[in-house]
């Protein structure tokens, strides 16, 4: 990814403003009834789509739909109802043990806790994070990868890693975190897309640090 210029404090709050105006009340695209819910759906959209997690879970809800069922689950059987997801084996093994460690470890109730939920099967600080953000409205960046195209190509951060890039965007937006996130994303998959982005309905063109080479490419 070639070098950009870094956006500077007077854009980063024109950035954050724009987001906001266009994206008042952003949510996730996971379809979900309650805690036990948007945890699994968001293990299981890990590299893989929200369309194709809310397509899989509704027969997986109806088959486990709480804890108990979920820890003392089949794990060919579970397997089976996600197969259609990406690593799908793995996480339907983590998906197990989260309950069962759930049960074991927090008296059934699922923590809201970013160090309390990485501790659970399959949990890193991005899921974490994106459970706390939707469920609790916690003032948290999640980076997956459409915030981190965008952070990117709007001279938002440089960075390598996600975390990196979650730390910059915190540091540098310090409020609204809840909404930002979601904004973002929603933005990344539909406007400033990985292939062919969509420069001429963009909102915030004219502080994008790369548009003339997608726009080449285009």
């Known amino acids: ?3 950009v210029k870094k956006a500077t404090r007077k854009e980063i709050e024109e950035i954050k403003t724009l987001f906001l105006s266009e994206y008042p009340d952003s949510v996730t695209e996971l ?4 805690l036990y819910e948007l ?3 968001v293990m299981l959209s890990a590299q893989c ?3 194709r997690v809310n397509i899989i879970t509704p027969a997986l809800f109806e088959a486990y739909p709480d804890l108990v069922a979920l820890a003392n689950a089949d794990l060919d059987i579970v397997k089976n109802y996600i197969k259609t997801c990406s690593f799908f084996n793995n996480k339907a093994k983590n998906l197990i043990k989260m309950a069962q460690s759930v049960i074991g470890n927090f008296d059934g109730k699922i923590p809201l806790e970013q160090k309390d939920l990485m ?3 399959g949990v890193g600080q991005k899921t974490a994070n994106v459970v706390m953000i939707e ?3 916690a003032n948290l960046m999640a980076v997956d990868t459409h915030v981190f195209r965008v952070a990117h190509r709007l001279g938002l ?3 390598k890693t996600a975390t990196k890039c979650e730390e910059e965007l915190s540091k ?6 809840h909404l930002l996130h979601q904004a973002m994303v929603l933005f990344g998959r539909y406007i400033c897309k990985a292939l062919k982005p969509r420069c001429d309905d963009c909102f915030v063109a004219h502080h994008c640090k790369s548009k003339e080479g997608f726009k080449a490419k285009g």
């Open 1 to 3: 990814m070639p070098k």
């Open 31 to 34: 379809q979900y009834r309650n």
């Open 39 to 41: 945890l699994i759906s």
């Open 49 to 51: 789509t929200d369309k």
């Open 119 to 121: 501790k659970l099967a």
């Open 135 to 137: 469920y609790t409205g």
């Open 157 to 159: 951060s440089d960075a």
């Open 172 to 177: 540098k937006f310090k409020t609204d975190l």
